[in-house]
């Protein structure tokens, strides 16, 4: 992981939000907020808006507020945070503004890559038989499904600020000093902005149900800008407050598609998958991501109403996950690479659950199971108390490894 810190727009300076909130409620005491349309339950969303900026179209296709988590609970006092996932389309094609596939590990097209691979690299990729990798056409079909999708990355230059939008009589925020974190491994590249608010937790008024907040980006004229011009773009934010307490535990899954093919092989597979999750282990919350539909409808959404009666958990469903990000490119990628957009949901599960839940599990696909015995969960996650950021990795789950 290389984090790059990107500068905040001139003349940016703390401020506050002008607004405070009174403690209370659900005893997690300052109130919470996620993108309107992260809060649908199910059916396909709209594309995040996008704006213009270094020669491409720039989106937040997540974001959340609140205070940093603390098991605990939160104090008077507490600042509340803004997070946001990005997602840069374009730009000039020196910068990488072309979206394309690639194999993890390597940083070239897919078509080049399977032509490279090693057979014993292929293996531990994707299990693929020693037979099948000796033929080409079978090994580029399998292996096409665990290609992802990269494109290109805001400039190094760019410049990140925050401040809450001119709204119900009320003038623009004052501009606060936001920070960017470029994520980037061999396997993925993503941006994110962390904006600390200024702004305490105290007595007041109600919190409002909407906030529409806004991102600035600045570009100077000698890194790009237009015309030679700092080049600003402000992408709003419509945040909606999250009005039922935090769930203990959510669990999120990759992109899963053909859904009448898992169903011919193994009829209840996804169902026994969701309610061992939900009820048997014990965790509250679940986002399904799909990338071609294949789990909406009237059917599936019979046995969702099945899993949640059997369970009391709950489930949010994005039907076709690629066309909700808004490149095109990556919808039509995802035809042949159907785990291309796999970590952009993964993001958007991280960034909306800061304000969701206390721990989030990624969970994949049906044929990965988190066991655990009778009442260990409880315990498992109070071990996490008080540490703000904890990786738990299940190994080789097939063997009973865990």
């Known amino acids: 992981p290389c984090p790059l810190r990107l500068p905040a727009p001139q003349r940016a300076r703390q401020a506050t939000l002008g607004v405070s909130w009174p403690m209370g409620g659900h005893g997690e005491d300052a109130p919470r907020y996620v993108l309107c349309r992260g809060l649908q339950s199910s059916g396909l969303q709209q594309a995040p808006a996008a704006v213009p900026f270094a020669g491409g179209m720039l989106r937040a296709f997540a974001a959340s507020m609140a205070p940093p988590f603390a098991s605990a609970g939160y104090a008077a006092g507490s600042l509340l945070e803004l997070r946001a996932a990005l997602l840069f389309d374009g730009g000039p094609a020196r910068r990488g503004g072309r979206w394309m596939a690639h194999l993890p590990g390597r940083l070239r097209p897919f078509e080049a890559s399977v032509v490279n691979i090693s057979l014993l690299e292929a293996q531990l990729l994707s299990g693929i038989s020693a037979e099948h990798f000796a033929d080409p056409t079978r090994r580029s079909s399998r292996l096409a499904r665990y290609a992802k999708c990269r494109g290109a990355a805001l400039p190094r230059a760019t410049g990140v600020a925050c401040r809450r939008a001119a709204g119900g009589g009320d003038d623009a925020g004052e501009w606060l000093p936001a920070e960017g974190v ?207 950021f904890a990786v738990v990795q299940a190994v080789n789950a097939v063997s009973g490894r865990v």
């Open 182 to 388: 470029q994520y980037t491994t061999g396997e993925l590249r993503h941006d994110f902005v962390r904006c600390s608010m200024g702004t305490e937790v105290t007595g007041g008024q109600p919190a409002p149900s909407h906030l529409l907040m806004e991102l600035g980006f600045l570009l100077p004229g000698e890194q790009g800008g237009r015309q030679g011009e700092d080049e600003l773009s402000i992408l709003p934010l419509e945040l909606c407050l999250v009005e039922r307490p935090r769930f203990r535990l959510s669990l999120c899954t990759q992109p899963l598609y053909n859904l009448d093919l898992l169903r011919h092989e193994w009829p209840s597979a996804l169902e026994d998958w969701l309610a061992h999750h939900l009820g048997v282990l014990g965790a509250d919350h679940m986002e399904v991501y799909d990338v071609d539909g294949s789990f909406g409808g009237r059917r599936e959404e019979e046995w969702w109403e099945r899993v949640v009666a059997r369970t009391n958990g709950s489930m949010a469903y994005h039907a076709r996950w690629p066309v909700t990000l808004g490149p095109e490119a990556l919808t039509r990628l995802s035809v042949k690479h159907p785990l291309c957009t796999e970590t952009f949901a993964y993001a958007h599960c991280l960034v909306t659950h800061h304000a969701l839940s206390e721990r989030i599990a990624l969970v994949h696909a049906a044929d990965e199971y988190l066991l655990a015995p009778s009442g260990y969960l409880s315990r498992a996650l109070a071990k996490l108390d008080r540490r703000p």
